[in-house]
């Protein structure tokens, strides 16, 4: 078996122009498709999956499956096969990072980019599980942000194909174990309820920085899923608003049951809180009215009230104060105060206000 490394792929027809990444089940090429003159990415499978029988044929099977799907938020899949034994998968190639790359560069993200980014997963997902996929390794390594913002998922035949093989028993999966549903990490069956968990996880992670769980071992994380307890996100990140806390908690229930029923209801949600928060950074910093909602001579009216109140009660204070150096047994006289007369327009009434003060002031 020839080694990894390798100058083209596929009888000449992949020539490798770099190396775009390495992980424990594959190396990812950038090479040039000399059939159809475009850039792709092309994953070649390590060679321990590779002398694999079962392995290479459920892995060539997945990934034609996931051939099928056509959508802006998942990595278009071109071709898969063997070449000289080694499977590989041939994708779209997208320039940009991983939502990985992005959490080690920014730690956390403000509510508003996070709960955006995680929509525009759960479309994808829920594109795939309408066509009968399910991904089954949501994580951010997974997910891959291109330069104008736009998010798609990867993996998804390679996903399926491996966990048909117990990876779990061999240790392989413990750096990704924080965004496995219970169910998976139980031994039980995965299905589009596992996805929106391991999504739920991976917002989780953009919000607070942190993921749900960490694990050292395997017996580590079987224990956690059946009795560990989750950190609320408000609680390690107040600004989160408590919509976009609920939904994350709610996909991260232990029972598939209480989840969310679908990725497109979480990518509906998602919308949703997004929508309540642009409200309410729109309206919080509009001042209260002091006064009523009117207008033209009601306006007036209540201005004129106002004053004329304020007006007796000072004057009934200064006559109570004129009197208080003298003694008597008779209370101070109040005295008579003419009401303001009315006017027909609001200027009237201004007047007839100005010359009610002036009376009263020269007493």
């Not at 998942?74 to 779209?92: K, T």
């Not at 956390?108 to 996070?114: D, F, G, M, T």
């Not at 219970?182 to 989780?204: F, R, W």
């Not at 009934?316 to 003298?326: N, Q, T, Y």
Request: one cysteine or more; hydrophobic letters at 45%.
């Amino acid at each position: 078996m020839r080694a990894i490394s390798v100058e083209t792929i596929a009888r000449g027809r992949y020539r490798v122009e770099d190396t775009l990444g390495h992980g424990g089940m594959a190396v990812v090429y950038v090479a040039e498709d000399a059939e159809l003159a475009r850039r792709v990415a092309v994953k070649v499978l390590a060679e321990q999956f590779a002398a694999d029988e079962e392995f290479r044929k459920r892995f060539v099977r997945e990934a034609r499956l996931a051939a099928r799907l056509s959508h802006p938020n998942v990595v278009h899949v071109y071709d898969a096969g063997e070449d000289d034994g080694r499977p590989f998968i041939v994708m779209e190639l997208v320039p940009g990072e991983t939502v990985a790359d992005l959490l080690a560069r920014r730690r956390k993200l403000p509510a508003e980019e996070a709960a955006a980014l995680a929509r525009q997963a759960a479309l994808g997902l829920q594109h795939a599980h309408q066509a009968g996929l399910v991904h089954r390794d949501v994580k951010p390594q997974n997910l891959l942000l291109r330069e104008d913002g736009v998010l798609k998922i990867a993996d998804f035949g390679i996903a399926r194909a491996a966990e048909s093989t117990r990876l779990t028993k061999h240790g392989t999966v413990l750096g990704t174990a924080a965004y496995l549903a219970p169910e998976q990490a139980l031994g039980g069956e995965a299905g589009p309820e596992a996805d929106v968990y391991s999504l739920g996880a991976v917002l989780y992670e953009l919000l607070t920085g942190r993921p749900p769980h960490a694990f050292a071992s395997l017996a580590d994380l079987a224990e956690h899923h059946r009795e560990g307890a989750i950190v609320p996100v408000r609680d390690l990140e107040p600004s989160v608003p408590p919509a976009l806390e609920a939904l994350v908690m709610r996909c991260l229930a232990r029972e598939a049951r209480f989840r969310p029923q679908s990725a497109g209801d979480v990518a509906a949600a998602l919308a949703a809180t997004r929508e309540d928060n642009a409200v309410t950074v729109a309206t919080a910093p509009l001042p209260r009215r002091i006064l009523p909602s009117v207008s033209g001579r009601k306006t007036w009216m209540w201005i004129v009230l106002a004053v004329a109140f304020a007006v007796v009660a000072l004057v009934l204070g200064l006559v109570g104060l004129g009197g208080s150096g003298k003694t008597s047994s008779k209370p101070p006289a109040v005295p008579r105060v003419r009401p303001i007369a009315q006017g027909a327009t609001p200027a009237d009434e201004a007047r007839n206000l100005s010359r009610w003060l002036r009376s009263y002031a020269r007493r």
